[in-house]
């Protein structure tokens, strides 16, 4: 059975920097691909950032250049690095891992197994 357990999400002011961590259980990170959602109230679940199988990486226009995704295929685990944050960030993040595939992608669809999520709230 596969699970993803994120952490790393709280709250920090505008400008601020959070990491999140998903670690996975039943499943390789490096096998397939990965990514980083977010749902804030009342707004569809947004894809930010993905890995694909060799490791290349997609990210959302509204996170390019501010947020890093990265894995630790060692200790089975998937890093969201955040850096300039701004209120509009405030979301429940969530990973995401599919099944099996090649090819990165930021479409909820394309995914078979998610995290609980874990809320990060930026201040103004």
């Known amino acids: 059975q596969v699970h993803l357990v994120e952490s790393g999400g709280g709250s920090v002011e505008s400008g601020g920097s959070l990491r999140l961590s998903c670690a996975a259980y039943?499943?390789?990170?490096?096998?397939?691909?990965v990514a980083w959602f977010r749902q804030a109230p009342g707004k569809e679940r947004e894809g930010l950032a993905s890995?694909?199988?060799?490791?290349?990486?997609i990210y959302a226009d509204s996170v390019k250049g501010r947020f890093t995704i990265s894995r630790d295929n060692t200790k089975n685990t998937l890093s969201l690095q955040m850096n300039s944050l701004k209120s509009e960030d405030t979301a429940m993040y969530y990973c995401?891992?599919?099944?099996?595939?090649?090819?990165?992608?930021?479409?909820?669809?394309?995914?078979?197994?998610w995290g609980q999520g874990t809320q990060v709230t930026v201040s103004s």
């Open positions: 995401a891992a599919s099944k099996w595939s090649t090819a990165y992608s930021l479409r909820a669809s394309d995914y078979d197994y």
């Open positions: 039943g499943y390789r990170i490096s096998n397939s691909r």
């Open positions: 890995i694909n199988l060799f490791g290349g990486t």
